[in-house]
């Protein structure tokens, strides 16, 4: 008789946003010069001094995030107006992920 699997436990909201996100994170990484691809880490920093990003891939990536986040939870607020704000608190990815998990619907 086989071993029988571990039961699945289901993902949490916020590996699921982390995983959109690290998505999104994947499309850009093909666009950009080696050296300033993003690591699909929560540390890797997107606004700040030490972000690799400039203003037009923060802005690139964040249509993608929306995106992705559109697509697996169906809805998302629209980040580049939201993340403006200063003191939000966003500078990494799983600040990202943290600032999403706050603000979508407790149901998406």
Known sequence: MPPSAAP?????RRARLLEAIYRAVD??????????????????????DDAKLESLGFVTLMVAVESEIQSAFGECPSL??????????????????????RTLAPGA
């Open 8 to 12: 699945s436990v289901p993902a949490t």
């Open 27 to 48: 499309g850009l990484n093909e666009t950009l010069p080696p050296e300033s691809r993003l690591a699909r880490a929560e540390s890797e920093r997107i606004l700040g």
């Open 80 to 101: 580049a107006e939201e993340l403006t704000t200063p003191g939000d608190g966003v500078l990494t990815l799983g600040g990202l992920a943290d600032f999403l998990d």
